[in-house]
C-alpha cells in the first residue's frame, strides 16, 4: 500500500482568507494524486487531480481558481483554498492511487477539516 | 441515477453477526471494485478490492462482485463494535479513470 499524510489535520479560518493544505506521499512516489471534497453525510467528490510538473485537471464545476493546486514534486501536492468562505467548509482528502494489471486501488491521507467562519 | 448507489443507512447489528453491505451501479464497463471503511472525521481506508466479477475473501471480510446484476457486496463475519464506521463502495474503468464513490452505508454494530 501506500501512506499518505495531509497537514493540517484541521485548520479554522476568517472568509476571505486563503488556506493551504498540504498531502504528502511519505513511501511511494506519485505522479498523480488526487484531491476529494467531502460534505456531512455525503460521499467523497473528486475536485482535481493533481499532475506532477503539469497543471491540474479539475472536475466539473470546480473553479479552478479558486481552489489552486501545486504538484511540485513526485511525494507533495498541496491544495490552496483562495479567499475562503464559509460554503468553502469541508472536509478536504487527498489520494494516491496504485493502477495497473488487475490492481486499482486507492490510499487516502487522513484529511483536513476547514472552518470558514 | 447516481452511478453507484447505497442505502445509507444506518444499519444496527449486535456484536458477532455477520454484515451485508451492498451496492448497485449503473456503468456496466466498470472493472475494479473498492470497498474502503471510514470512521468518522478520518480519510476511508482501503479493506478490499477486487477486479471483475467474483469472490475475495480476507479474514473476516468477503468481497463479492456480480456484474451481470451490477451488484456489490462485503459481508462481515463475527462482527465487531470496532468495525462501527461508514462504509463506502467504489467502482472504477481502471487506469486513471475516475473512480466513482457511493455515499456510503453507516454500521453500527451493538456490544
Known amino acids: 500500500g501506500a501512506v499518505v499524510s495531509q497537514h493540517p489535520s484541521w485548520v479554522i479560518c476568517k472568509s476571505g482568507t486563503s488556506v493551504k493544505i498540504e498531502c504528502r506521499s511519505l513511501?511511494?512516489?506519485?505522479?498523480?494524486m488526487f484531491w476529494y471534497r467531502q460534505f456531512p453525510k455525503q460521499s467523497l467528490m473528486l475536485m482535481a487531480t493533481?499532475?506532477?510538473?503539469?497543471?491540474?485537471?479539475?472536475e466539473q464545476g470546480v473553479e479552478k481558481d479558486k481552489f489552486l493546486i501545486n504538484h511540485a514534486s513526485l511525494t507533495l501536492s498541496t491544495l490552496t483554498v483562495t479567499s475562503a468562505h464559509p460554503e468553502d467548509s469541508s472536509f478536504y482528502i487527498c489520494?494516491?492511487?496504485?493502477?495497473?494489471?488487475?490492481?486499482?486501488?486507492?490510499?487516502f491521507g487522513p484529511g483536513t477539516r476547514l472552518t470558514v467562519l | 441515477q447516481k452511478e453507484v448507489e447505497q442505502d445509507p443507512g444506518p444499519l444496527s447489528v449486535p456484536e458477532g453477526a455477520i454484515v451485508s453491505l451492498n451496492c448497485t451501479y449503473s456503468?456496466?464497463?466498470?472493472?475494479?471494485f473498492m470497498w474502503y471503511r471510514q470512521y468518522s472525521r478520518k480519510g476511508p481506508e482501503l479493506l478490499m478490492y477486487?477486479?471483475?466479477?467474483g469472490n475475495k475473501e480476507d479474514g473476516r471480510f468477503t468481497a463479492q462482485v456480480d456484474k451481470s446484476s451490477k451488484y456489490i457486496s462485503l459481508f462481515i463475519r463475527d462482527s465487531q463494535p470496532s468495525d462501527s464506521a461508514t462504509y463506502l463502495c467504489?467502482?472504477?474503468?481502471?487506469?486513471?479513470?475516475?473512480?466513482?464513490f457511493g455515499t456510503g452505508t453507516k454500521l453500527q454494530v451493538i456490544p
Open positions: 489520494s494516491v492511487r496504485l493502477t495497473g494489471g488487475l490492481t486499482d486501488t486507492q490510499y
Open positions: 513511501d511511494f512516489q506519485a505522479t498523480t
Open positions: 493533481s499532475n506532477e510538473g503539469s497543471k491540474a485537471t479539475y
Open positions: 456503468n456496466s464497463a466498470f472493472q475494479y
Open positions: 477486487t477486479y471483475s466479477s
Open positions: 467504489a467502482g472504477s474503468l481502471g487506469g486513471y479513470q475516475k473512480v466513482t
